[in-house]
Structure formats: C-alpha cells, structure tokens
C-alpha cells in the first residue's frame, strides 16, 4: 500500500533553514498521474497548502510562501524534499507530505499522507 | 484567515445525523472548483473522506456522503457513531490566492 514518511528536524533556530524529507513507499514516484505536496497546520492558521512537484522536477507553490520555498525530488531513492528558508515562529507547524490526485477538471485532492512531522522554531 | 467557512462544532447523538457546511464563494466552490473532505482524528494527518464533491474512496463508511450547491458544500453523516467524533475539513482550489484552501474545520461530537 501507498506509505508516506516525513524526516527531519523538529527544531530550527529563527533565520535559518527548514530541510524536510519525504520517503515514498508502495509506489514509483514517477507512475501515474500524481503531484506530490507539502503542506502544514498550525493552531494559527490551519491546514495550508506549501507546493506541489511532478517527478519531472515541475513545481507550484504558494504564492505566499514562493519566495522561501524549494521543492525537489529524487525520483531513484523515490522521495521528494521541501526547503523553506529564514524561518521565524510563525512557522511552527505540523509539516505533512501527501500524494496529490490532481489530473482532475476542478482541481484536485490529497489521497496519502504521511504522519506529519512537528517542526518547532526556536532559539 | 481562510477563505472557506465551517462551523466549529457540531453534534449528535449515536444513530443521529449531522451535517458540516462549507461557505466559499464565487473565487472558488462558486466557480465550479471541486469540493473534498478529510477526517483528522487527534494526533493523525487528515484522512479523504470525500472526494470530488460526493465520491467516497475505497474503504469510507457509506454513511458519510457530500453534495455542492452554489457556493456551498457539505458533508453528511447519518448514524453518527462514536468512531466519527473528530475534526472534519472541507478543502476546494481559489483563484483569488491560486492554490488550494481549506475549510476551518469542524469538530464532530458524539453526545
């Protein structure tokens, strides 16, 4: 079955650099017509919606977030990466994965996640 | 603030049925973007519930259904059991932000 796992670490220090990864399991990044995504919740502001990356390296991103945001993929060890750089408190948040059904007239949906993974901003 | 209203709660007694509405607008339900809804039990990702405005994935009870009207959704439970009790979101594409939203979610009470 289709399995999700973020790693990395739960806390970042304000100004620098979140790394998260996401180790796909169950199937080939590279079948189907999938997106793959990050998004986040926090108590503030809810489930949001970071970026997405097709396994042939294009991406999309929140615009609000576009300026901070790197999404990459490694499609031989089936995993894709998310960057979001000069981090503050407002990002704590639980940080999910999750495959992206999308090649659908009206917009997509987001069918497996991984567990999510609490990253916490502080010095 | 987001773009998609839910109430914040909403309960029922076992057996009983309870619906969660999802108020957008015409930047997105209203401009024909599809509607999905995801369970999200305490200390878990959100789990699909409803895909599509009214499909039900593999596996989901058949007791949760969804519909969209206008610049509305919901999401319906009949024979609500203590199982369902969680928090419910609503997540839809707008134009106006170009990405994806979601609800403010819903907390489900099996009285």
Same mark, same amino acid.
């Given at each position: 079955q289709v399995q999700l796992q973020e790693s990395g670490p739960g806390l970042v220090e304000p100004s620098q650099t979140l790394s998260l990864t996401c180790t796909v399991s $169950?199937? %080939? !990044? &590279? %079948? $189907?017509t999938y997106y793959w995504s990050w998004l986040r919740q926090s108590a503030g502001k809810g489930l949001e919606w970071i970026g997405r990356i097709y396994h042939n390296g294009v991406t999309n991103y929140n615009p609000s977030l576009k300026s901070r945001v790197t999404l990459s993929a490694d499609t031989s060890k089936n995993q894709f990466s998310l960057m979001l750089t000069s !981090? &503050? #408190? #407002?990002?704590t948040a639980v940080y999910f994965c999750a495959r992206e059904d999308a090649f659908h007239s009206g917009g997509g949906f987001f069918d497996y996640w991984g567990q999510g993974s609490l990253v916490t901003v502080s010095s | 603030q987001s773009i998609l209203t839910q109430p914040p709660s909403v309960s029922g007694a076992p057996r009983q049925r309870v619906t969660i509405s999802c108020t957008g607008s015409s930047s997105n339900i209203g401009a024909g973007f599809n509607v999905h809804w995801y369970q999200q039990l305490p200390g878990t990702a959100p789990k699909l519930v409803i895909s599509t405005n009214s499909n039900r994935p593999s596996g989901v009870p058949d007791r949760f259904s969804g519909s969209k009207s206008g610049n509305s959704a919901s999401l319906d439970i009949t024979g609500l059991q203590a199982e369902d009790e969680a928090d419910y979101y609503c997540q839809s594409y707008d134009t106006s932000v170009s990405h994806y939203v979601f609800g403010t979610g819903t907390k489900v009470i099996v009285l």
């Amino acid at each position: 079955q289709v399995q999700l796992q973020e790693s990395g670490p739960g806390l970042v220090e304000p100004s620098q650099t979140l790394s998260l990864t996401c180790t796909v399991s $169950g199937v %080939s !990044m &590279t %079948s $189907g017509t999938y997106y793959w995504s990050w998004l986040r919740q926090s108590a503030g502001k809810g489930l949001e919606w970071i970026g997405r990356i097709y396994h042939n390296g294009v991406t999309n991103y929140n615009p609000s977030l576009k300026s901070r945001v790197t999404l990459s993929a490694d499609t031989s060890k089936n995993q894709f990466s998310l960057m979001l750089t000069s !981090m &503050t #408190a #407002a990002d704590t948040a639980v940080y999910f994965c999750a495959r992206e059904d999308a090649f659908h007239s009206g917009g997509g949906f987001f069918d497996y996640w991984g567990q999510g993974s609490l990253v916490t901003v502080s010095s | 603030q987001s773009i998609l209203t839910q109430p914040p709660s909403v309960s029922g007694a076992p057996r009983q049925r309870v619906t969660i509405s999802c108020t957008g607008s015409s930047s997105n339900i209203g401009a024909g973007f599809n509607v999905h809804w995801y369970q999200q039990l305490p200390g878990t990702a959100p789990k699909l519930v409803i895909s599509t405005n009214s499909n039900r994935p593999s596996g989901v009870p058949d007791r949760f259904s969804g519909s969209k009207s206008g610049n509305s959704a919901s999401l319906d439970i009949t024979g609500l059991q203590a199982e369902d009790e969680a928090d419910y979101y609503c997540q839809s594409y707008d134009t106006s932000v170009s990405h994806y939203v979601f609800g403010t979610g819903t907390k489900v009470i099996v009285l």
